[in-house]
């Protein structure tokens, strides 16, 4: 209650609730009697009778006024003054915004012009979701490849990754190792043909877009899109690649050393070449990306074949596929 009164968060004066009371316990009367019930003058009690009146809080039939029922008119009245809050609301935030000048931060759509300005917005980027964090990788890219510790560092505090790659990107010397190391650190990785630009969404509600430079005058730049519209339809795409992409399971490069090629058994090896093969990519930048020598890829994959009796590597994918080695 606002100062120890029933009615004055609904906008009543104190004799306005004064009155209102009176008339609810049942006690209807005119002006002039409520006048002395009240110990008001008249005018000032025909005065708070109107704006009860005009409230709904009140009737006046024949000179005598009697309140409304309190369930049905009370309701009514905070309805009332929730619209009267929300359109002050609206109201206050207009004239606020006319009188502060634009701020890029504001608006649905920023543009970010150069590498280090892109680097910069992007860490800020992953640092600021608290959920998830979609994005699509793909050539070319700017600069060399880095560990990125922020997104190591935002999956340690439970922020969930999923990552489609370029098969094209997955050519690039180390890139294997690379995409490692954010897989063992729990990203969710999977690989597509012509991913289409480079993408970052994070907790459905803003997204990051970067785009290459198109001539030597022009820097890379990349756009923050906040609208809900915009990243709604962001969201569609990156689903709709994502549920076409084929599983990347990969591990850091300190643990792909091992020559395993006596074993049947899918080992930690096998998987990585298969994972890989399943990408696309040829015998001989699988070999490259996991350290190891191309005559090994292919036998690794000669003794798979015998161990599931797979006569060619078609049927050997049928078989991963329906024992689920990936």
């Known amino acids: 209650m606002r100062g120890g009164r029933l009615l004055g968060a609904f906008g009543l004066t104190e004799l306005e609730e004064k009155i209102y009371l009176e008339l609810v316990r049942g006690r209807s ?29 009140v009737r006046v039939v024949a000179g005598r006024a009697g309140a409304a029922p ?81 997104e190591v560092e935002m999956l340690g505090r439970g922020v969930a990754f999923r990552v489609v790659y370029d098969r094209r990107g997955l050519e690039r010397p180390g890139a294997a190792a690379h995409i490692g190391r954010f897989v063992a650190a729990g990203e969710q990785a999977r690989v597509a043909t012509n991913v289409p630009g480079k993408l970052a969404v994070a907790d459905r509600r803003v997204a990051l877009i970067s785009f290459p430079a198109r001539a030597e005058s022009i820097e890379p730049w990349a756009l923050v899109v906040r609208g809900a519209t915009w990243v709604e339809v962001l969201v569609a795409l990156f689903t709709e690649v994502w549920d076409r992409a084929t599983p990347l399971r990969l591990a850091p490069a300190t643990e792909v050393v091992d020559d395993v090629e006596r074993q049947s058994t899918p080992t930690l090896v096998d998987r990585q070449i298969l994972s890989l093969l399943m990408t696309g990519l040829p015998d001989k930048a699988v070999a490259s ?35 689920d080695w990936l």
């Open 289 to 323: 990306q996991l350290g190891i020598s191309l005559r090994t890829v292919q036998r690794r994959l000669r003794q798979l074949m015998d161990a599931t009796g797979s006569a060619t590597r078609m049927q050997l994918g049928w078989f991963i596929a329906r024992h």
């Open 70 to 150: 309190p369930d049905l008119a009370i309701e009514s009245l905070l309805n009332q003054r929730v619209r009267e809050l929300q359109e002050a609301r609206v109201g206050l935030w207009d004239w606020l915004r006319q009188q502060r000048p634009a701020d890029p931060m504001d608006q649905d759509v920023q543009l970010i012009v150069g590498v280090p300005a892109i680097m910069q917005a992007f860490d800020q980027f992953l640092r600021g979701a608290q959920e998830e964090v979609l994005g699509f990788d793909r050539p070319p890219y700017a600069a060399v490849l880095h560990d990125n510790p922020t």
């Open 29 to 57: 009367g005119s002006a002039g009697e409520l006048s002395e019930r009240v110990a008001t003058g008249v005018g000032e009690v025909e005065r708070a009778l109107d704006a009860l009146a005009r409230a709904g809080l």
